[in-house]
């Protein structure tokens, strides 16, 4: 994970046509611990909702072959189950509930050692064509770092 | 077995501020009704479940705005009511 950086998925562990398992290494040290908290560092719980929406978002973009964005645009119930922090090894699954007409949605969870430590249901993706080649540059660059492409022609 | 319509209807209404006694017929999901694109998916999201179809939004978007069709073939309750009753009945076919 490179907290500040928003890249939380670190390797895809296995890849289903439904389903992504993946793994995020919670660094030792982040400016991000420095605010959240002092003395107490732990991952905020709205980045553990955004690695697990990247998780959803690299099945997506797995099943789209890369073709299209998909962008977080809501989630259903989130439960934040226990602390997060650094130096905690995260095991990150996502498995599509719904694959619709320019959206998607999916439920993802997030372990540690594991107990489940969050889950979140129903998140919904807008599926879009990139807005900027950059953008789809960077995905297929993120693809390859995390191991989506091993398998497809990349 | 309700209507597709009055299906539909029921949706919106659980789904959006939009009480279920204003969605009539000849309502316009979008200008009478008032439903903003993020909610106008999650009601897709819930019609793509409860009729068991996709709804190709993004097909009917693009002929909206290409000038092919007019909004109002697929976004007053009773014409999107048909739409999906073809769709469930292509399906079943």
């Known amino acids: 994970m490179r907290l500040e950086y928003f890249q939380m998925i670190d390797r895809v562990l296995e890849l289903a046509p439904e389903r992504i398992t993946a793994e995020a290494l919670v660094p030792a040290a982040s400016p991000v611990f420095e605010g959240h908290f002092p003395g107490h560092p732990l991952v905020p719980g709205v980045l553990l909702v955004e690695t697990m929406a990247q998780a959803g978002g690299f099945l997506l973009l797995s099943r789209l072959n890369l073709s299209r964005m998909a962008f977080l645009i809501g989630t259903g119930a989130v439960k934040l189950r226990s602390f997060v922090g650094p130096d905690t090894r995260l095991t990150v699954t996502a498995t599509l509930v719904h694959e619709g007409s320019g959206f998607a949605v999916t439920d993802a969870a997030i372990t540690a050692a594991g107990r489940k430590v969050a889950e979140v249901k129903e998140m919904k993706f807008s599926i879009q064509d990139f807005p900027a080649p950059e953008l789809a540059e960077a995905m297929r660059g993120r693809a390859r770092e995390v191991g989506l492409l091993k398998d497809q022609n990349s | 077995m309700a209507s597709a319509f009055d299906r539909i209807a029921e949706i919106i209404a659980e789904t959006s501020d939009v009480p279920r006694e204003n969605i ?62 073809e769709l469930v009945a292509a399906k079943g076919g």
Do not use: C
């Open chain 2, 24 to 85: 009539k017929p000849e309502s316009h999901v979008i200008e009478d009704l008032g439903i903003d694109s993020l909610d106008f998916l999650d009601i897709v999201f819930a019609i793509d479940k409860e009729f068991g179809i996709k709804v190709p939004v993004e097909a009917w978007t693009q002929e909206v705005n290409s000038g092919a069709a007019p909004a109002e073939q697929y976004f007053v309750m009773q014409n999107l009511a048909a739409r999906i009753e």
